[in-house]
């Protein structure tokens, strides 16, 4: 029972570079949700998807894009990287949003 | 901006102390969560409580939801080093996608 898979675990970036984070889940979850985590600041909510073909901005969607072609698979992709978007990004999917969310183990992404 | 603030942000106790943390908002939330994030890792929920006034057990640990649906209590008895984490609230809105807010956290250091 794998849950929310994200990869990578880490990376780092040049400033300017584009990367693609992905996510998976396998829980048939029709909700995804990419939130960033900083230091005193808690979880921030980039984009999420009520389901595949459906997305829509959160809290913080600047610098960022997504995609939802299925029902398992929620990429998000950075075009040109900023030393603020250095971060842990966490990945999460849920039932429904009232009864809580399952994450993924994040990916801590620093760039110079 | 609807807020949900965590007391207290840092909390260092010696194993078999007990313990309270709070969650509090001048928001009314459709549901409350609490999750469990140990380092390098993603939250994992631990509770869902739904109904003003309920409260949850989980094995050493108590959750309160306030009557008003605004606030919510986590409280561990006799806390072990296994407990060490930060612990997260976060509260669902009601209508639309069911938007959450995260608290920022309480980080716990359970000393053995």
């Known amino acids: 029972n794998a849950g929310v898979t994200q990869t990578p675990k880490f990376r780092i970036l040049k400033i300017g570079q584009s990367m693609t984070l992905q996510c998976t889940q396998d829980m048939n979850h029709n909700y995804m949700y990419w939130y960033r985590q900083d230091p005193g600041m808690g979880l921030k909510l980039i984009y999420y998807?009520?389901?595949?073909?459906?997305?829509d901005k959160g809290e913080v969607p600047n610098g960022y894009n997504v995609s939802r072609s299925t029902t398992e698979d929620f990429p998000l992709r950075l075009e040109l990287a900023a030393p603020s978007q250095t971060s842990v990004y966490f990945c999460a999917s849920s039932l429904q949003g009232l009864l809580g969310y399952t994450f993924g183990s994040g990916t801590r992404l620093t760039v110079v | 901006t609807q807020l949900l603030e965590q007391s207290p942000q840092f909390l260092s106790i010696q194993e078999g102390e007990n313990l309270t943390v709070y969650c509090n908002s001048s928001?009314?939330?459709?549901?409350l969560q609490w999750y469990r994030q140990e380092p390098g890792e993603g939250p994992v929920l631990l509770v869902t409580v739904v109904t003003g006034g309920e409260v949850k057990k989980l094995k050493r640990l108590t959750f309160q939801f306030g009557d008003a649906r605004k606030d919510s209590s986590l409280h561990i008895t006799a806390a072990q080093p296994g407990d060490t984490g930060l612990y997260l609230c976060a509260g669902t809105h009601s209508g639309g996608y069911q938007k959450v807010t995260f608290g920022i956290g309480t980080k716990l250091q359970v000393i053995p």
């Open positions: 998807s009520v389901g595949a073909g459906i997305t």
């Open positions: 928001s009314v939330f459709s549901s």
